[in-house]
């Protein structure tokens, strides 16, 4: 397995345990990714860049800085091996923490909350199946490993 490409993402859960997903803008044949399709906020690494650095500038600019999170309750939270059309990989190291709320800074945000259970029923037409692949994983590890959501670790989720 080759990994050509870092990146990092994020498991952004509110109080009541509801998911935050942003809406896909563009398609990518290589990622296999369909504008219009919801997913986790999550991109590439830039030169120089933490992981966490990474994670938490993704989030805020995929959710329009909109969301407030609770900086103490931010967890690794494994990594997703994403398999692209070329044949190589991604490597995506997740990070989970909870929201605070709308910041003020008045942005509006194109988000949508969505619990576990409402993601996973979803078509794979409209939310991208790494995304449903890495919630029930995450999921699924802590279920039997720890109280949800105190703690976060998953194994090497292979996705593609």
């Known amino acids: 397995m080759i990994v050509d490409e870092w990146g990092a993402g994020f498991f952004a859960i509110t109080s009541c345990g509801r998911f935050v997903l942003r809406t896909e803008g563009k398609s990518d044949f290589n990622t296999h990714k369909r504008a219009g399709q919801l997913s986790l906020p999550m991109g590439h ?34 990594r997703v091996l994403l398999g692209k059309a ?52 995450l999921l699924e590890q802590n279920s039997r490993l720890h109280p949800w959501p105190a703690f976060f670790v998953f194994e090497d989720l292979v996705v593609g």
Not at 87 to 103: K, V
Request: aromatic share 4%; net charge negative; hydrophobic share 40%.
């Open 45 to 78: 690494l830039r030169p120089g860049e933490g992981l966490l650095t990474c994670a938490l500038r993704e989030f805020g600019e995929e959710t329009n800085h909109s969301l407030s999170l609770d900086m103490h309750s931010i967890r690794p939270a494994g």
């Open 86 to 137: 070329d044949g190589q990989y991604a490597a995506i190291a997740m990070f989970a923490g909870r929201i605070l709320g709308p910041a003020n800074n008045g942005a509006t945000s194109p988000v949508i909350y969505a619990s576990s259970d409402e993601i996973l029923a979803m078509d794979d037409r409209l939310v991208r199946p790494p995304t449903k692949a890495a919630i029930k994983h």
